[in-house]
């Protein structure tokens, strides 16, 4: 049956994971022409956009988080539901074996990664009838960075900077604007928000992503809505929080509010935040074949415009060189706002590596190292690997170890995204270390980077997770917490939460 649904699907994977949709495109767009090119916010969205366009010429995955595939599927009376569920488990299996899909279904429990993206609950699929004669899918790729910035709150509530938010648009207009600030850079900004006012815990949150099925540039059918959605635009981008949390004037390109019934003794406000990488295709398919008869977000008869401009990434003469290892009076003579270009020798580590750091020597000397908060995706190429994607993942996960492996191991830098906490900013101090923010999501721009794969430790943690031995070349980074105490991102929260409390008035 439907002898090329298969196909289709995995099309439809493939160019998600690779090739920004055009909505989202013109609003990154729009997003650089309003940042100045020589701030940290205009050269992270000139890296950006260089990214964007590298992934689609060479169909990579446009971030190494290739998130949750979430499927919504459209099917007419009588469809075979079974057998085009098996069909996209195959799909999403085959798009991973690709290298297209970072392997990204881990076992809750031991951590175990099958490999596949295929486990309990992955990927998701989500299945409607409908009274017309085709099949309709449609596909987001949403990363663990910005799924850990969603928020749900229940109203009445007391929100920082916001003062109560009531059950009425108001009170939900507070609770969109604290989400976007709480997010700060760790969900990568400028992102979107997709909100479900009402349901209940479970299909608020289901119906906040829906919302992020729309496209950017629509408008909502309810004029209260319209107006609510419209004003939170134009407020958010006054909190000042920028590309990767750098300071900027772009917060946000989309905010997309739904609503659902609700209990009279509960009130929701679901927020599903979604990140640059804003990934979210679909088709149309022939129910007898199965063959792709359209394309959803997508105009073929309009060119896909490049993002980058003819310069793309523009160094200003200020950068700063440093060769790994690193020496303690190199560090200390970095400080907060430097943009770097880390050349050298490179280690990966992320959750479990840290945890594993906790209670065991490592697997290599770190003294004097760089370590790079990245769950890359990598291809076997005979006896070696080659890394096909790799910007870096949120840091703040690894707070609760990073003071530790800084002072037990000698660790001088460590590359991530969104910054760290107070105890890291104290170990920093200590030990003589810095924290360089590099631009996430930026995993093809970054890969391009790598000029080896010298080898690679705890493999048995997956391919994710793995402490990868890489050496860069000219890897951009910015400094973002220096070894003086400074934090950028305690800076920009604090000036971002004035704004915020002058519009909570
Ligand atoms: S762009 Fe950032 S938040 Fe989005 S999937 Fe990539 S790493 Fe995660």
Same mark, same amino acid.
């Given at each position: 049956m439907?002898?090329?649904?298969?196909?289709?699907?995995?099309?439809l994977?493939?160019?998600?994971?690779?090739d920004?949709?055009p909505?989202?495109?013109?609003?990154?767009?729009?997003?650089m022409?309003?940042?100045?090119?020589?701030t940290?916010?205009?050269?992270?969205?000139?890296?950006?956009?260089?990214?964007?366009?590298?992934?689609?010429?060479?169909?990579?995955?446009?971030?190494?988080?290739?998130g +949750?595939?979430?499927?919504?599927?459209?099917?007419?009376?009588?469809?075979?539901?079974v057998?085009?569920?098996?069909?996209?488990?195959?799909?999403?299996?085959?798009a991973? /074996?690709r290298?297209?899909?970072r392997?990204? *279904?881990?076992? *809750?429990?031991t951590g175990?990664?099958?490999?596949?993206?295929?486990?309990?609950?992955?990927?998701i699929?989500?299945?409607?009838?409908?009274?017309?004669d085709?099949?309709?899918?449609?596909?987001?790729?949403?990363?663990g960075?910005c799924?850990?910035?969603?928020?749900?709150?229940?109203v @009445?509530?007391?929100l920082?900077?916001? &003062?109560?938010?009531?059950?009425n648009?108001?009170?939900?207009?507070?609770?969109?604007?604290?989400?976007?600030?709480?997010?700060?850079?760790?969900?990568?900004a400028?992102g979107?928000?997709?909100?479900?006012?009402?349901?209940?815990r479970?299909?608020?949150?289901?119906h906040? $992503?829906?919302? #992020?099925?729309r496209?950017?540039?629509d408008?909502?059918?309810d004029?209260?809505l319209a107006?609510?959605?419209?004003?939170?635009?134009?407020?958010?981008?006054?909190l000042?929080?920028g590309?990767m949390g750098?300071?900027g004037?772009?917060?946000?390109?989309?905010?997309?509010? &739904?609503?659902?019934?609700?209990?009279? !003794?509960s009130?929701? %406000?679901?927020?599903?935040?979604?990140?640059?990488a804003?990934? /979210?295709?679909?088709?149309v398919?022939?129910?007898? =074949?199965?063959a792709i008869t359209?394309?959803l977000? /997508?105009?073929?008869a309009?060119?896909v415009?490049?993002?980058?401009?003819?310069?793309?990434?523009?160094?200003?003469?200020?950068?700063?060189?440093l060769?790994?290892?690193?020496?303690?009076?190199?560090?200390?003579?970095?400080?907060?706002g430097?943009?770097?270009l880390?050349? &050298?020798?490179?280690?990966?580590?992320?959750?479990?590596v840290?945890?594993y750091?906790?209670?065991?020597? @490592?697997?290599?000397?770190?003294?004097?190292?760089?370590?790079?908060?990245?769950?890359?995706? %990598?291809? $076997?190429?005979?006896?070696?690997?080659? %890394?096909?994607?790799?910007?870096p993942?949120?840091?703040?996960?690894?707070?609760?170890y990073?003071?530790?492996?800084?002072k037990?191991?000698?660790?001088?830098?460590?590359?991530?995204?969104?910054g +760290?906490?107070a $105890?890291? #900013?104290?170990?920093?101090?200590? !030990?003589?270390?810095?924290?360089?923010?590099?631009i996430g999501?930026?995993?093809?721009?970054?890969?391009?980077?790598?000029?080896g794969?010298?080898?690679v430790?705890?493999?048995?943690?997956?391919?994710?997770?793995?402490m990868?031995? #890489?050496?860069?070349?000219?890897?951009?980074a910015? %400094? =973002?917490m220096?070894?003086? &105490?400074? *934090?950028l991102?305690?800076?920009?929260?604090?000036?971002?939460?004035?704004?915020?409390a002058?519009?909570?008035?």
């Amino acid at each position: 049956m439907l002898p090329q649904f298969f196909d289709s699907v995995v099309s439809l994977v493939v160019k998600t994971s690779t090739d920004l949709p055009p909505d989202v495109r013109a609003a990154m767009k729009v997003a650089m022409g309003q940042e100045d090119s020589a701030t940290q916010s205009g050269q992270a969205l000139a890296i950006i956009a260089e990214n964007i366009d590298l992934a689609a010429d060479g169909e990579g995955a446009i971030c190494q988080d290739t998130g +949750m595939p979430t499927f919504e599927v459209h099917v007419p009376i009588g469809a075979n539901q079974v057998e085009m569920r098996r069909q996209i488990r195959d799909a999403v299996s085959e798009a991973t /074996r690709r290298g297209k899909l970072r392997p990204n *279904s881990v076992d *809750s429990i031991t951590g175990e990664n099958s490999g596949t993206n295929l486990g309990p609950g992955t990927p998701i699929i989500h299945f409607d009838q409908w009274e017309r004669d085709d099949i309709e899918v449609k596909l987001i790729l949403k990363g663990g960075g910005c799924e850990n910035m969603n928020a749900q709150y229940s109203v @009445p509530v007391e929100l920082a900077n916001l &003062g109560r938010a009531d059950r009425n648009l108001e009170g939900v207009r507070k609770c969109i604007l604290h989400a976007v600030w709480n997010a700060q850079g760790k969900g990568c900004a400028p992102g979107a928000v997709g909100v479900c006012i009402g349901g209940d815990r479970t299909s608020g949150y289901v119906h906040a $992503k829906e919302q #992020l099925f729309r496209t950017l540039d629509d408008v909502n059918p309810d004029p209260r809505l319209a107006e609510l959605e419209a004003s939170i635009m134009g407020e958010i981008n006054k909190l000042g929080i920028g590309t990767m949390g750098f300071g900027g004037r772009v917060s946000l390109i989309g905010c997309k509010i &739904g609503v659902q019934n609700r209990l009279p !003794a509960s009130f929701f %406000v679901s927020v599903a935040y979604d990140c640059w990488a804003f990934r /979210r295709l679909g088709v149309v398919l022939d129910a007898k =074949t199965g063959a792709i008869t359209q394309w959803l977000y /997508r105009d073929p008869a309009s060119p896909v415009i490049a993002m980058a401009d003819q310069a793309g990434f523009q160094r200003t003469g200020r950068e700063v060189a440093l060769q790994a290892p690193l020496t303690e009076a190199q560090v200390r003579s970095l400080k907060v706002g430097d943009v770097v270009l880390v050349s &050298g020798p490179v280690f990966t580590g992320r959750d479990q590596v840290h945890a594993y750091l906790m209670k065991h020597d @490592p697997p290599v000397d770190m003294r004097g190292s760089v370590l790079y908060h990245c769950g890359p995706v %990598v291809a $076997k190429d005979g006896d070696s690997w080659r %890394v096909t994607a790799a910007g870096p993942t949120t840091s703040i996960r690894e707070e609760p170890y990073q003071a530790d492996v800084i002072k037990r191991y000698g660790v001088r830098a460590v590359i991530g995204k969104g910054g +760290m906490g107070a $105890k890291t #900013l104290a170990a920093l101090k200590e !030990a003589g270390a810095v924290y360089l923010n590099g631009i996430g999501g930026a995993a093809q721009f970054y890969a391009r980077t790598i000029t080896g794969v010298e080898g690679v430790s705890l493999l048995e943690f997956g391919t994710p997770e793995a402490m990868w031995h #890489l050496t860069v070349k000219d890897f951009p980074a910015i %400094v =973002t917490m220096d070894a003086h &105490g400074n *934090s950028l991102h305690k800076e920009i929260e604090q000036e971002s939460a004035k704004a915020l409390a002058a519009l909570g008035v």
